[in-house]
């Protein structure tokens, strides 16, 4: 592989002034659209030595043939032109977005001579005011359903007005009072344009003064004792009471604002919206990114605006996870969207309800992310594909229909746990779980070593299941030789106290067994399984930093498709084995201190339950004076400074 690409521009011609660069293909394609502040300075970020490229990064400028940039005056040109031509030529390694159009808006069509309010995902109808997206249809409905009693005006399809015209009798929606039938001319066309000014301005944040102002008008109505008026007044604000009520208050009444959640990992990203309009959430709105380059969370936040407000009105206040690095120009950029002398800020919420509602924003994507992983890996076509595609990428005989993953995790050095963790047909086998612990090992490499010495000794003799005996004579120091399951706490504590002689199904060999790491975990896991004399399993390790499969012996890594189900399949078991050893040291860790606490006299299991939750974490406990420790119930100043004294000792 060549240093650098041999197509590079030479330095002196790339100006260092502001603009926007397109990389294109021998055929013209635009490949990738992005902006700089000083062109030759981020243009020669790209022409690196491709060893320290990023893999994405690596594959897109060896898939293009040429470069080409415009200067412009400043950084608000460039974010304009960029998102111009992101728009016009879709790059394939620019951020992709997956279509959100299952999202309802409720609209009101103001440029009709008899506006009309309808629930609709059609974002281009002339003249309309838009108020959503809503997460559920129906939910819009009811919504509409209880505001018709408040502002009656027109609903009906255009057909069903003309018949009412022709006929001179209005439909049920007129007997029944939720319109105010301009169709026969009960109200005149600007007195019914009035009511759906009324209603947009209500579903716009205006619900509070409108509510006060029909209050003081019932309450007028009632002292001059036209009594029919005010109970049309009480009617209509129950209804208005009633739809509010559907919107939950949560910061004050006078924040107009979106708020931005974004959950993201090397591959997809998911993004949720939440619209507050006058203290209220009057929409969600959720969709997912396909990320083909490595985008910081800054860049991602740039992008997601960028889509978000393609066709919509930004308010005055956008809150996100996370500024990017061009802020001051994508808020000019979203003013400029909001009209005329028009101001946008964009910031992070720091603290407060503002805080704590962008916290349940960011849970929200977390919870999306996760479910859109769950329902691409239960998808039974995709999973079928990605063994396939596995198999052919690393020159395998058969599919992998039993895979194993092995992770190490520790602290510090010490606490020094593994995990192994089964899928079978592409899906979890969790019962076939292990979990390991390391008591003496000098790194991550002899650990790999340590543990799949172990695993594979119960294959080495034709995939017999050993004795007891033999499980011993093989792991003499007798911690897990079996592996311990992943399963509670008490069935673990009550296995670590002895060998384990695995069931039947432990002993069935994978067609291709997987290490987190790269070419030293591999070397590590292909020594283990010389030695043991097991043979017809595929060996490869992934690197987290640029998910990247390694083989042995091989000088260069395997690289998948970036959205490719292949890849997605092994990331996911190689992010469930993290998980596994992650969760396994913590509960050790636990043990350890649980058990030290043990020895202090007046220290019983309930006392040391309630330190640690007290303080949530040993660090903690750890760091705090006798005082402290004394705040706990039942905790007096002689056992807090036995305490101190022996977490000291430790």
Not at 220 to 232: F, G, K, N
């Amino acid at each position: 592989m060549a240093n650098t690409v041999p197509w590079r521009p030479r330095a002196g011609d790339i100006p260092n002034q502001p603009g926007v660069y397109r990389f294109t293909d021998d055929k013209k394609r635009v490949l990738y659209v992005g902006k700089a502040k000083n062109l030759r300075a981020r243009l020669s970020n790209y022409f690196a030595p491709l060893t320290t490229l990023h893999e994405r990064t690596r594959r897109m400028v060896l898939t293009a043939t040429n470069v080409e940039w415009t200067i412009v005056g400043n950084d608000f040109e460039a974010l304009q032109l960029e998102y111009t031509w992101i728009k016009e030529f879709d790059p394939p390694f620019n951020v992709q977005y997956k279509d959100d159009k299952s999202y309802p808006y409720l609209a009101i069509t103001m440029g009709d001579p008899v506006p009309r309010v309808l629930v609709t995902r059609n974002r281009n109808l002339p003249n309309a005011r838009y108020f959503g997206p809503y997460s559920r249809a129906w939910a819009i409905r009811d919504t509409v359903d209880v505001m018709l009693k408040a502002f009656p005006m027109r609903s009906c399809s255009t057909s069903v007005y003309k018949r009412a015209q022709q006929t001179g009798r209005p439909c049920l929606l007129g007997d029944i009072g939720k319109c105010a039938a301009p169709c026969v001319g009960r109200v005149t066309l600007e007195e019914h344009k009035s009511i759906a000014l009324d209603f947009a301005s209500f579903m716009g944040g205006n619900d509070s003064r409108m509510l006060n102002s029909i209050k003081a008008k019932m309450a007028e109505s009632a002292a001059t004792q036209e009594y029919e008026a005010a109970a049309r007044y009480r009617d209509q604000i129950g209804a208005m009471e009633t739809a509010l009520a559907k919107n939950q208050i949560v910061l004050s009444e006078d924040v107009d604002a979106d708020f931005f959640g974004i959950a993201h990992d090397e591959l997809a990203a998911a993004v949720q919206q939440f619209i507050v309009r006058g203290g209220r959430i009057r929409g969600v709105r959720g969709w997912v990114v396909d990320k083909e380059l490595d985008v910081e969370l800054g860049g991602l936040v740039e992008s997601v605006l960028q889509n978000a407000y393609d066709d919509t009105v930004p308010p005055r206040d956008v809150l996100v996870p996370a500024l990017p690095e061009d802020g001051t120009a994508l808020e000019e950029w979203l003013a400029q969207r909001r009209g005329p002398g028009a101001r946008v800020r964009l910031r992070v919420a720091q603290r407060g309800e503002k805080a704590s509602l962008a916290q349940t924003v960011e849970t929200n994507a977390q919870n999306a992310l996760m479910l859109y992983k769950s329902k691409r890996s239960g998808d039974f076509v995709a999973r079928s594909q990605a063994l396939a595609d596995i198999q052919e990428a690393l020159g395998m005989t058969e599919a992998p229909l039993r895979m194993e993953c092995f992770d190490v995790s520790h602290l510090s050095g010490t606490n020094v746990v593994a995990s192994m963790v089964v899928f079978e047909d592409g899906l979890p086998k969790k019962q076939h779980y292990r979990r390991f612990n390391i008591p003496e090992t000098t790194d991550d490499t002899d650990s790999i070593y340590q543990v799949l010495t172990r695993r594979l000794a119960y294959l080495a003799a034709g995939n017999a299941v050993p004795t007891a005996a033999e499980a011993q004579a093989t792991s003499p120091d007798k911690i897990l030789s079996a592996g311990e399951p992943d399963g509670d706490a008490a069935a673990s504590a009550k296995l670590a106290t002895d060998v384990v002689v695995p069931s039947p199904k432990f002993a069935y060999p994978p067609q291709l067994l997987i290490v987190d790491g790269g070419q030293p975990q591999v070397s590590a896991a292909q020594r283990a399984l010389e030695e043991s004399g097991v043979s017809g399993i595929q060996l490869a390790g992934i690197a987290k930093r640029l998910e990247e499969i390694w083989l042995p012996d091989s000088d260069y890594p395997v690289i998948l498709p970036r959205n490719s189900d292949a890849l997605f399949l092994i990331q996911r078991i190689r992010d469930e084995a993290h998980r596994s050893a992650i969760t396994h040291q913590r509960q050790r860790r636990s043990k350890d201190i649980s058990s030290i606490l043990s020895t202090v006299p007046g220290l019983g299991p309930s006392r040391i339950k309630a330190l640690l939750q007290h303080f949530g974490s040993v660090a903690r406990l750890k760091a705090a004076t006798p005082e402290q420790i004394t705040e706990v119930p039942g905790v007096g100043e002689a056992t807090a400074a036995a305490i101190i004294e022996k977490l000291g000792q430790r």
